[in-house]
């Protein structure tokens, strides 16, 4: 079974200068004609060089249909990684997609791991690929001695992410459950919270 619902055309570029009505409940932008559509409209460029990296040496571009209106219909999306060394993509998990992860350079310490708790996990090297099942939790970590670059490839153009510390300690969840959790003192909880509070 598909992710997303099968086109039933060759393509849909959104037609962003169509305005909605008060009435309308529709989210969805209707297709450009047809004869307005152009080849720039199937080129993306915005991953030449990698985005911003956060405090935990990791940088993200999420390509989806908002950013590269080619993709729209099309059942699929795809992301930039890059870890600096020693760096982190977290675990987390894309509730309505398969990934499939290429590593463009670098070595990577790459898993997940599945509903029965068995981590399923390798470092893996330029040229090489890893799939991590719709749905579970999956980690990247830099082991090499420079910056690496992973592509990721979705079957969903929505895929969705969330991030399990976030998830946990930026959600807003009790301290006592997060305590009873994981064996932790309020004190221990509360640190951990403090970094994933909005920075002013």
């Known amino acids: 079974m598909a992710s997303d619902a099968d086109p039933v055309q ?4 959104p037609n962003t200068n169509f305005t909605h009505t008060r009435t309308s409940h529709f989210h969805i932008l209707p297709c450009k004609n047809t004869a307005e559509v152009t080849p720039e ?11 911003n990296f956060t405090d935990m ?8 249909s908002n950013t590269f209106p080619g993709l729209n219909t099309l059942g699929m999306s795809f992301a930039r990684a890059d870890l600096k060394k020693g760096g982190v993509n977290v675990p987390h998990i894309h ?4 990934e499939v992860a290429y590593v463009v350079k670098g070595s990577v310490y790459s898993g997940f791991v599945d509903s029965a708790n068995r981590v399923f996990a390798k470092v893996i090297e330029e040229g090489e690929v890893m799939v991590y099942p719709r749905g579970l939790m999956h980690f990247q970590m830099n ?10 490839s979705f079957n969903s153009q929505n895929p969705g992410i969330q991030r399990i510390p976030n998830a946990l300690f930026g959600s807003g969840a009790r301290d006592e459950l997060l305590e009873k959790a994981f064996g932790m003192t309020p004190r221990q909880v509360s640190t951990i919270r403090r ?4 920075r002013k």
Do not use: N, Q
């Open 195 to 198: 970094k994933f509070l909005p």
């Open 57 to 64: 040496g990791f940088a993200g571009i999420s390509v989806t």
């Open 41 to 51: 409209d199937f080129i993306f460029t915005g991953i030449k060089s990698p985005g």
């Open 95 to 98: 509730p309505r997609a398969t």
């Open 10 to 13: 060759d393509f849909c570029i």
């Open 143 to 152: 082991v090499g001695k420079s910056t690496a670059t992973i592509v990721g």
